[in-house]
């Protein structure tokens, strides 16, 4: 276990040398997150307040979404493994003597908690600096932060080993671009990104419940916002766990088929 930390430090320690490019995206979400408020506050006034969300509770979910986007989404997927699959140079990391796959997932996790740390500070202190309208909200109670904390755990747990099923399912082809559109383009709608899953119509709601794309950062954000609670709450970090080994396993084996039919060309 002690390699496959190094190999997340290595990555955190690289990742947290791009404080520019932190700094220009932290524009960008602040600005996105409050035309979100906006447009949600909008909706609000003109349902009369009947929204399937608390309207400060949405809010928070904004913010939470923006300071914390790069733990919780798929389609900023590591360009250099994808680059490594397909030009060869995965020839260098066989020999390595480690397991690729605890390897690259150590390096996923460490790029993207380097780039949460960057951005998640600077967006939380403007949010809780908005005007009251679109200010973020502190947790409802200390046992809800610390579930928030756990379950934000496990969903950074769910997105990184759903990318590393992407990462394994583009050896089978000869261009990563497909599965990459499809796969996280699906991803964004379906784990909350775009609207709060509590939106979605409930015929539709309970299939999207049975994928784990539901247990990512809905989870966390809801738990913290209190728009999920009681035993809806514990059911979903049963799924959250149960989604996380689902995963992992289907990871692997997905490796170890990848493994035997790896042909590296030239020489």
Known sequence: MKKYYCFLKLRFAAGIQYRMASVTALTTQLIWGLMECLAYKAIAEASGGNL??????????????EALLALCNTWAADNDLFAMITNGDIAYELCRPVSIYSMWLSRTVGARIAEA????????????????????????????????????????????????IVYMLCFFTLSPQGWRMVLTGAVEFLSGNLIPLPFFPKKYLFLVEMSPFAYMQNVPFRIYSGDLAGGE???????????L?????????????????IVIQGG
């Open 117 to 164: 740390v960057m951005r998640c500070i600077p967006v939380l202190l403007c949010a809780f600096l908005m005007p009251k309208a679109y200010r973020m909200s502190l947790p409802v109670n200390g046992a809800s932060f610390l579930l928030f904390l756990l379950t934000l755990f496990l969903a950074l747990g769910i997105t990184v080993t759903f990318c590393m």
């Open 52 to 65: 399937p969300m608390n309207y400060s509770s949405i809010v928070s979910y904004i913010w939470l979404k």
């Open 245 to 261: 080994a689902a995963l992992m396993f289907f990871g692997i084996v997905l490796w170890k088929q990848a493994e035997k039919r």
């Open 233 to 243: 709450m514990y059911q979903c970090i049963f799924k959250q766990i149960f989604w």
